[in-house]
């Protein structure tokens, strides 16, 4: 189909004729040159990352294809020369490996350190708070404390001890996902737990680690509990089998009559009986010194007070003097102890 054009198409060509004409005849007609469509570059955008060519993959492939094989090479179709002329080598990139974190004191856990479920102590200040009866807590009182989920953080949480021994109860595992907070270990569905609650948060125990959560609170507030809290008293204690509650009782008892531990400070005694000595002249009687005023090379081991305590050391005969000996400590340091003075003696004593 032929279109044929309009008359304002032909004349706007007319137009366009007449004014080229009379450009041309005055000389200013220019030729335009028809622009060059850009061509987009053909060398490849580089990456950001930066491209390191690694023999670290080489050799993982060629130990990867012998290990494919049993470790046979003579059945084998790999030839490792194919690897020098692979085109994609050049586009290996190094991968970088994230530093393995530093092991600080705050990531160290003891295998044998249990948590600290039930904290017990005096209030150091008189602004906390009791969760139970909102009651402030005196300074020096003894509050029972509580980790719980409160005003958006994880914080310990205090109670008076009678409020404390009220919010404990006796409850059973509904789901067994839970956890003891002592242990860690699971508890089985219809297992029976007990219950501590402190503002909403409840923190669950095994009945076989009720003493070692609670023996410090009932010792800090025995009369309380003795007469009204304790566990036949708490929620829940019906429902318990004759098993549960002779676990109860006795773990129970282990918390009214706490396991007799020696002293830690035995020793410290028994060394400073040493020193319970009449002070002066007279103590030189029963004890033995080096005279003053001469030198005599005394040797061996001597013995000093520092404080409440004892400290040994070995004389240095090369270092005396008519008024002095000197010992060296194991650590390597000289002492200086002046004679006639009741603060040390020569040890002839064996060690206890």
């Not at 080489?58 to 094989?69: A, C, H, P, V």
């Not at 990139?93 to 948590?115: G, L």
């Amino acid at each position: 189909v032929i279109v044929m054009p309009s008359a304002y198409e032909k004349l706007r060509e007319q137009t366009i004729k007449r004014n080229e004409a009379f450009l041309n005849s005055l000389g200013l007609q220019k030729e335009v040159k028809k622009k060059r469509k850009l061509s987009r570059p053909t060398s490849r955008i580089e990456s950001r990352t930066p491209t390191r060519r690694s023999s670290r993959t080489k050799k993982l492939r060629q130990e990867s294809f012998k290990n494919m094989d049993g470790g046979n090479s003579e059945g084998s179709d790999y030839d490792p020369s194919a690897d020098e002329k692979n085109e994609f080598d050049e586009l290996d990139t190094f991968a970088f490996e994230k530093a393995p974190k530093k092991i600080t004191q705050n990531t160290k856990k003891a295998v044998n350190d249990k948590p600290n479920v039930i904290k017990v102590e005096k209030a150091k200040t008189g602004r906390s708070r009791c969760r139970k009866c909102m009651e402030t807590i005196q300074k020096g009182e003894v509050r029972i404390g509580m980790n719980a989920w409160i005003a958006g953080r994880n914080a310990v949480t205090w109670q008076h001890p009678v409020c404390f021994f009220e919010n404990i109860s006796f409850t059973r595992e509904n789901t067994g996902r839970s956890k003891c907070k002592y242990s860690g270990d699971k508890f089985q569905k219809g297992d029976a737990r007990l219950s501590c609650q402190s503002h909403t948060a409840f923190t669950n125990i095994k009945l076989s680690a009720l003493s070692l959560c609670l023996r410090e609170a009932v010792i800090s507030s025995p009369q309380v509990v003795m007469e009204k809290h304790s566990p036949e008293f708490w929620p829940g204690y019906d429902m318990l089998t004759e098993e549960e509650k002779e676990v109860v009782t006795s773990e129970w008892g282990k918390c009214i009559t706490p396991e007799n531990e020696e002293p830690k400070d035995v020793k410290v005694e028994k060394k400073a009986k040493k020193f319970e000595v009449k002070d002066g002249m007279e103590s030189l009687k029963t004890k033995k010194q080096p005279e003053k005023g001469q030198k005599t090379k005394t040797k061996g081991r001597v013995a000093w007070k520092w404080g409440n305590m004892v400290c040994y050391g070995t004389l240095l005969s090369s270092r005396e003097t008519e008024t002095h000996c000197y010992a060296r400590t194991h650590k390597g340091n000289i002492k200086t102890l002046a004679k006639e003075k009741a603060y040390w003696w020569l040890d002839d004593e064996e060690e206890e």
